[in-house]
């Protein structure tokens, strides 16, 4: 999945939970960064096994895009990070459990939305400047319907 669908799944269920005065919106966005950050293990990844232009975010999102010259994904997105992560987050709600909730909320279903495989699927393909795009219309038809669900939240 595209980052703008790691942002927007988490950050809405996080409002559907500031609604119900579970989170606070504040939490809800954080919910939605976290969500993206989760993805910065393509970024390390990519330092420790690139040849070539290390240190380069667009050389890192067109190999995890199109190249795919190396595997990205670190532990964390496996059972053993998401066990360790899980131990953090069960530690953390002892202090405070609607942040920890938050960060759960980004964390899992950061996972959650990288599981399904969507390798068949029909791909909308533009190339804008060096960036490769490749997003199924299925991701691009959940995003819209997640900003219509914020939009409608927020207003």
Do not use: C
């Not at 070539?52 to 964390?76: C, D, E, G, P, V």
């Not at 804008?128 to 959940?142: N, S, V």
């Amino acid at each position: 999945m595209y980052p703008q669908t790691h942002f927007l799944f988490p950050f809405f269920i996080g409002l559907v939970l500031s609604k119900l005065n579970v989170l606070s919106w504040e939490l809800a966005l954080l919910a939605g960064i976290i969500g993206v950050l989760v993805d910065l293990d393509h970024y390390v990844e990519h330092i420790l096994h690139a040849k070539m232009n290390q240190f380069s975010l667009r050389a890192t999102w067109n190999n995890s895009i199109k190249l795919h010259r190396f595997y990205q994904r670190s532990f964390i997105h496996f059972e053993k990070g998401a066990l360790l992560v899980t131990g953090v987050l069960v530690a953390l709600a002892f202090f405070s459990w609607q942040v920890s909730l938050a960060l759960a909320f980004g964390y899992y279903s950061h996972l959650l939305l990288d599981y399904p495989s969507m390798k068949k699927e029909r791909r909308i393909h533009l190339r804008i400047g060096h960036l490769y795009i490749r997003e199924p219309y299925m991701e691009i038809a959940l995003d819209v319907l997640l900003m219509v669900g914020v939009l409608l939240l927020v207003l």
